[in-house]
């Protein structure tokens, strides 16, 4: 969709399994600080600890404002200027990933995902892998034979799935006919449990060190319940205020907390997704396609899907099936329309040149000048290391316009000579000699306008098509044009 962009600051999130102690996730972060701390370019660094850092559209449609929890750090990482340094943004982040090789075997159970950000529209994952079927708990199976293959793919970090840890976990039974002969309704065992141990608000407290107002939470010191065992040591008050154990009512049994169902346009639905630092998203799709296209998951059997321009959804939740989003879906819908946008483009073109000239031959050779354009676009592209981007199409689309005026300028020439009395070839010969200054001087224009474009990292693609293609389309106009012209005029000749 769109090369990587030169920014001055980037995330980090840390993911440690479910269920894990808010210490533990901390000593994850504060080990990544250090390391921060000694990476070149980095000015300072903000972890945000149980909770996300401020959202922006990049976090918004990661669905970063739904995550918190024990598990979960993020840290804003500030750069210096670009201006001032001579390593890009993403170049810093690629020696991080390195850096963080050490920590991801010291914390194994942590997942370090470094997130750039994007210059475009942004993703959910750069490759995103969504998984659909009639059996969900197969689906969550699968995804970690997917992320294994995610993982295999060069390049690849960030590797996650949307399947949590299983969390151990404790129910409370409330026994209803002892409940009932203690007068004690289980409604009050569920909020003497909620108060003591996430507690109640007592209200506010405003401080004038603080911006916002400090709730006030009242609950059982963390020493107090940390064990299940302390949880039935409680005691609850009945209508006439005797003090029954939550014992003598209630039992507690061990359970698996249930996990999250995720679906996307009413489908249930795994995602596994992850980033790409060192290649382009279209090789990683087409090798885990190419990887996953039929293979046996789960003991199911998963065909892959919609990589071509129709954004396809499942076709049968009888069947199990990949279907691919993320930058991939995105560059296909966004290329489909600039297509689109293309073709309609040539189309009023030709209505509006076969309106001039009231033929419907020498439109065709004026707009036989487009297609010259794509000899200098591509190997331009390849000379200068340039990625075929969204704006290098748009800089296409730009291009059809101005080398049909070029052309526009020598038919005229010689549609004009040739009713002044001049043979073909003569009026074809004098429209080349004397239109070239203008035709020249409008691509330099063209090309030195574009120039200082070259070097962005999002725009670089728009300037490469401009220069390379007019340099291309200007140099085979003023031959291939007048040609076409003057093989069309003998060839009518000869069939008089």
Same mark, same amino acid.
Not at 110 to 115: F, G, R
Not at 123 to 152: H, I, N
Not at 291 to 316: H, I, V, Y
């Given at each position: ?394 800089? =296409? !689309?730009?291009?059809?316009? /101005?080398?049909? *005026?070029?052309? +526009? $300028?020598?038919?005229?020439? %010689? @549609?004009?000579?040739? &009713? ?7 009026? =074809? !010969?004098?429209?080349?000699? /004397?239109?070239? *200054?203008?035709? +020249? $001087?409008?691509?330099?224009? %063209? @090309?030195?306008?574009? &120039? ?45």
């Amino acid at each position: 969709m769109l090369p990587n962009d030169n920014t001055n600051t980037f995330l980090l999130e840390i993911n440690t399994p479910a269920g894990t102690a808010l210490a533990r996730t901390d000593e994850v972060a504060r080990a990544v600080g250090d390391v921060l701390a000694h990476t070149e370019h980095v000015v300072d660094y903000q972890t945000f600890l149980g909770v996300t850092a401020t959202v922006d559209f990049a976090a918004l449609v990661r669905g970063d404002i739904l995550k918190s929890g024990t598990n979960l750090a993020q840290i804003r990482v500030n750069l210096l200027d670009k201006h001032a340094r001579s390593e890009s943004s993403h170049e810093i982040v690629s020696g991080l990933d390195d850096a963080f090789i050490p920590l991801r075997k010291r914390f194994p159970e942590a997942k370090i995902k470094l997130y750039e950000t994007p210059p475009g529209p942004p993703v959910q994952s750069q490759v995103l892998a969504e998984l659909y079927g009639p059996d969900y708990d197969v689906l969550r199976a699968a995804a970690s034979e997917v992320g294994t293959a995610f993982k295999s793919v060069y390049g690849m970090i960030n590797v996650d799935d949307s399947v949590t840890a299983s969390v151990d976990s404790y129910e409370i039974h409330v026994d209803a006919e002892k409940a009932a002969l203690a007068g004690i309704a289980p409604a009050q065992v569920a909020k003497l449990l909620h108060d003591y141990v996430s507690g109640f608000s007592l209200g506010t407290l405003h401080v004038e060190e603080a911006r916002e107002p400090i709730n006030m939470t009242v609950r059982l010191a963390r020493a107090e319940r940390q064990s299940p065992g302390q949880i039935l040591s409680l005691s609850v008050v009945n209508a006439v205020g005797q003090q029954v154990p939550l014992s003598s009512i209630a039992t507690l049994r061990p359970v698996v907390a249930v996990k999250p169902v995720y679906d996307r346009d009413q489908h249930p639905v795994v995602m596994v997704g992850g980033e790409l630092i060192r290649s382009s998203p279209v090789y990683a799709v087409l090798a885990l396609d190419n990887m996953l296209d039929n293979k046996s998951m789960a003991g199911e059997q998963f065909t892959t899907a919609n990589l071509g321009f129709n954004d396809a959804q499942p076709k049968d939740m009888k069947d199990y099936q990949i279907l691919w989003g993320g930058e991939m879906r995105l560059t296909l819908d966004v290329f489909r329309d600039l297509g689109s946008a293309f073709i309609v483009a040539l189309v009023l073109i030709y209505l509006v040149l076969v309106g001039y000239y009231k033929s419907f031959v020498i439109p065709m050779i004026v707009m036989g000048a487009i297609p010259l354009t794509l000899v200098g676009v591509f190997p331009g592209h390849w000379l200068m290391g340039q990625a075929f981007t969204a704006t290098s199409m748009i800089g =296409v !689309i730009a291009l059809a316009g /101005i080398v049909v *005026r070029n052309s +526009l $300028l020598l038919i005229d020439f %010689i @549609i004009e000579y040739e &009713a002044r009395g001049y043979s073909v070839s003569d009026a =074809v !010969i004098e429209a080349g000699a /004397i239109r070239f *200054r203008p035709i +020249l $001087l409008t691509a330099l224009a %063209i @090309i030195l306008g574009s &120039a200082i474009m070259v070097t962005d990292p999002v725009f670089g693609g728009l300037a490469v098509s401009l220069i390379f293609g007019t340099f291309a389309s200007t140099a085979l106009t003023l031959l291939v044009i007048p040609l076409l012209y003057f093989l069309w005029k003998r060839g009518a000749k000869l069939a008089v």
